[in-house]
């Protein structure tokens, strides 16, 4: 009866690798359990082959676990499905196939990466900009293969109001170690900044390492935004509106680029109340202050200058509505910007946390080949 039960649980833990979830600290264990798939893929295992040992249930149990086990598998079916074309696909939308080096033993998924640990690179804290009682900060990772080298300026999440730039270091150390520069930044947050104050930012930011690019190594040619979430949407407007010399592409995980469709069809109130977090970035409604959203949304300032953009959203994102990345997809495509969508059907909102699971693996895949492409 314990193992029916136990079996029961899991099953229905396991539908978080295929539906939406439908609270926020659901979410949180749907991350756990689409990018950690091997925890759960290994208890459920042990608790079918307990069944050689109790006949109550034993049917039910070993039925309801071997269906809890294939859902828990699910991502990782899905992500080699993925892999199986990414290279190709990605190649076309770019129209030539410059590989990562030695790209035959770096396949886009590894089920054994999974195991894998990450290498971490220290940070240098710098001071970029100074406000009356703020001073700026960004940790700079200094690439680890001498010589000149592009910069990649990570901006993070937080839904505008909340967050810093200590999220999610690992993938930062990973671009170092292969040979980027990177400066993950703070920003004024809301509601007490508004927008356009965090595009400024990013705008300081860049000029400070421009100023500084010799004793930094940065090759001035060569500057892409990323930014995750909110940050993605800084990141976008910024990338689409600042036209900054040297600035090469822009790298969006899962960012709102429609902030007047988004405002008119918020995420469930029990992940979060996506409106009030709008109207404190933009001062107001959508009533009060339409122009503000029209004016942040990255998705209106896309034109035929616009730089190469790399799109990475997971279909089950609860935060941050896939629908977002679609429209941009499309835009992209009508104005003729080269451009790429990574969509992971398992994938919720901040799947990269870990940088080895399904998700992380094909993203930083996906990422690596984009700035190879764009920073020759």
């Known amino acids: 009866m314990i193992r029916f039960i136990i079996s029961i649980l899991l099953l229905l833990v396991s539908l978080l690798a295929i539906f939406k979830a439908p609270e926020y600290y659901v979410w949180m264990l749907a991350i756990v359990i689409t990018e950690f798939p091997w925890i759960f893929m290994a208890l459920t295992s042990i608790v079918l082959l307990t069944g050689f040992y109790v006949d109550k249930y034993q049917l039910a149990g070993t039925i309801t676990g071997i269906i809890a086990l294939v859902l828990f598998t699910s991502s990782i079916i899905r992500a080699y499905a993925i892999s199986a074309s990414l290279k190709q696909n990605f190649m076309e939308a770019f129209g030539q196939d410059t590989a990562i080096t030695d790209d035959n033993s770096h396949p886009p998924f590894n089920f054994w990466k999974q195991f894998s640990g990450t290498k971490t690179i220290a940070a240098k804290v710098i001071t970029y900009n100074s406000h009356p009682g703020l001073n700026l900060t960004m940790d700079y990772y200094s690439s680890q293969i001498a010589g000149k080298k592009p910069c990649v300026v990570v901006v993070h999440g937080g839904s505008w109001n909340k967050g810093d730039n200590k999220q999610l270091p690992e993938l930062n150390s990973y671009l170092a170690a292969i040979g980027y520069n990177v400066a993950a930044i703070n920003?004024?947050?809301?509601?007490?900044?508004?927008?356009?104050?965090?595009?400024?930012?990013?705008?300081?930011?860049?000029?400070?390492?421009?100023?500084?690019?010799?004793?930094?190594?940065?090759?001035?040619?060569?500057?892409?935004?990323?930014?995750?979430?909110?940050?993605?949407?800084?990141?976008?407007?910024?990338?689409?509106?600042?036209?900054?010399?040297?600035?090469?592409?822009?790298?969006?995980?899962?960012?709102?680029?429609?902030?007047?469709?988004?405002?008119?069809?918020?995420?469930?109130?029990?992940?979060?109340?996506?409106?009030?977090?709008?109207?404190?970035?933009?001062?107001?409604?959508?009533?009060?202050?339409?122009?503000?959203?029209?004016?942040?949304?990255?998705?209106?300032?896309?034109?035929?200058?616009?730089?190469?953009?790399?799109?990475?959203?997971?279909?089950?994102?609860?935060?941050?509505?896939?629908?977002?990345?679609?429209?941009?997809?499309?835009?992209?495509?009508?104005?003729?910007?080269?451009?790429?969508?990574?969509?992971?059907?398992?994938?919720?909102?901040?799947?990269?946390?870990?940088?080895?699971?399904?998700?992380?693996?094909?993203?930083?895949?996906?990422?690596?080949?984009?700035?190879?492409?764009?920073?020759?």
Do not use: C
């Not at 010799?214 to 930014?227: C, E, K, M, P, Q």
């Not at 122009?291 to 959203?313: C, D, G, M």
């Not at 969509?343 to 700035?371: C, I, S």
């Open 187 to 376: 920003y004024r947050l809301a509601p007490a900044h508004q927008n356009p104050a965090p595009v400024e930012d990013v705008h300081a930011a860049i000029n400070y390492l421009r100023r500084h690019a010799a004793g930094l190594h940065i090759d001035t040619n060569n500057f892409v935004l990323l930014g995750r979430s909110a940050g993605a949407q800084i990141a976008l407007l910024a990338a689409y509106t600042l036209h900054q010399p040297g600035l090469k592409a822009v790298i969006d995980y899962y960012g709102p680029a429609d902030m007047v469709w988004g405002y008119a069809a918020p995420a469930s109130p029990l992940v979060m109340d996506s409106r009030k977090v709008m109207e404190d970035y933009l001062g107001g409604t959508y009533q009060q202050v339409s122009q503000k959203y029209a004016a942040s949304s990255p998705i209106e300032f896309v034109n035929r200058q616009s730089v190469p953009t790399l799109i990475i959203h997971g279909d089950n994102d609860v935060l941050v509505s896939p629908e977002h990345s679609r429209r941009l997809n499309v835009k992209l495509e009508q104005i003729g910007i080269k451009h790429f969508l990574l969509k992971l059907p398992w994938a919720t909102h901040g799947f990269d946390y870990n940088l080895n699971g399904p998700g992380g693996q094909l993203a930083t895949y996906t990422v690596e080949r984009f700035l190879n492409v764009v920073t020759q």
